[in-house]
């Protein structure tokens, strides 16, 4: 009597236990604590053995300037590539980069970060720091901002200032977005986490705009902090983020001085026929005209001639000396006999 009633005493509480939802549901052998199922397994020749149908490629030019380093880099890339079944081609007639797949590919999206490599490549990106691109995990983001700012002074202080003085604001970014950040002509490469490349386009975009990066940096330093705090896990931070207010200078309007008013018009400017009757041109004959208009081009010409002549002369013209330097020296030259004397 006593096992009966200890097995009864169990179901009922398993039953009790689940929902009904999850009544009849039987424990399956990956419902365990000790699995991680958000952990993404690496890609291997096991999961894709058959090769591809058809051969996907992608190319990329490359300026004049990144030829010679490419050339001394390129077997390095070939042999990184090679490892993961990518063909690639260096064109330095056309100056270009072409990544395509072979028999041996397997993983169909390392044909994206062969692509990716290649584009770093040509905007600048050293070897060693580009080839991480294609691990997992790591992605890159190349963000134009030559078109968001139409003057060119401007352009190239807001640019300096992304960099700061010796590289120090653009190393801040790195630490806080845990990202490699370059800056390079009118693009710059970013290469990291994605919710870190995230961070690095909105401070670039913004400091563009002209919004300055340490407020961003200050905004990330403050998140970093909090992060930390497990109680502030699931509550809104914006009480503790800052919140800066836009300031706009009023800059002094140039005075314009009303002019005085008068019933009158102004007088009307004088016609070419007016000119010529004040000056009595108008009554001269044709060949007199001509004559006329070629004493006049005769004037300037040696008018012309001799401000050339005078210009040249210039150089031949000894310059002023001072005097009373040369004088002095005599005193002191005198002075000095006297005393060795």
């Not at 236990?17 to 199922?37: F, G, L, Q, T």
Request: glycine share 4%.
């Amino acid at each position: 009597m006593s096992n009966s009633d200890n097995d009864n005493n169990n179901s009922n509480n398993e039953n009790v236990a689940k929902p009904k939802s999850k009544k009849y549901r039987k424990d399956k052998p990956w419902d365990n604590e000790e699995i991680d199922h958000w952990k993404i397994e690496p890609f291997s020749k096991e999961n894709n053995p058959v090769p591809f149908t058809e051969e996907s490629s992608f190319a990329t030019l490359f300026p004049k300037y990144r030829e010679n380093y490419l050339r001394e880099v390129w077997p390095h890339v070939t042999k990184a590539l090679d490892r993961v079944g990518i063909a690639c081609v260096l064109d330095l007639i056309e100056g270009s980069m072409t990544v395509k797949t072979t028999r041996k590919t397997y993983d169909p999206y390392i044909i994206f970060k062969a692509r990716d490599l290649i584009k770093l490549l040509a905007r600048g990106v050293p070897f060693p720091q580009a080839v991480k691109i294609l691990d997992d995990g790591v992605a890159c983001d190349i963000i134009k901002i030559g078109s968001i700012v139409r003057n060119k002074e401007r352009f190239i202080k807001r640019r300096q200032r992304l960099i700061g003085p010796n590289g120090s604001t653009l190393k801040a970014v790195e630490l806080l977005t845990q990202c490699y950040v370059m800056v390079q002509g009118n693009t710059v490469s970013a290469m990291g986490s994605y919710k870190g490349l995230k961070e690095v386009r909105r401070i670039v975009i913004d400091c563009l705009k002209n919004i300055h990066p340490i407020y961003h940096i200050k905004e990330l330093m403050i998140k970093r902090e909090l992060a930390k705090d497990p109680k502030l896990k699931n509550e809104s931070w914006d009480r503790f983020l800052p919140h800066f207010k836009k300031q706009n200078i009023k800059r002094k309007k140039p005075q314009i001085k009303k002019k005085e008013y008068t019933p009158f018009p102004p007088p009307p400017v004088p016609s070419k026929i007016d000119l010529q009757l004040e000056s009595g041109e108008y009554f001269l004959k044709p060949h007199e005209k001509v004559a006329h208009a070629m004493e006049k081009k005769k004037e300037k010409r040696k008018e012309n001639t001799l401000k050339r002549k005078a210009e040249r002369e210039k150089a031949f013209i000894p310059p002023v000396e001072d005097n009373t330097s040369k004088k002095k020296k005599r005193k002191k030259s005198s002075q000095s006999t006297q005393s060795a004397e």
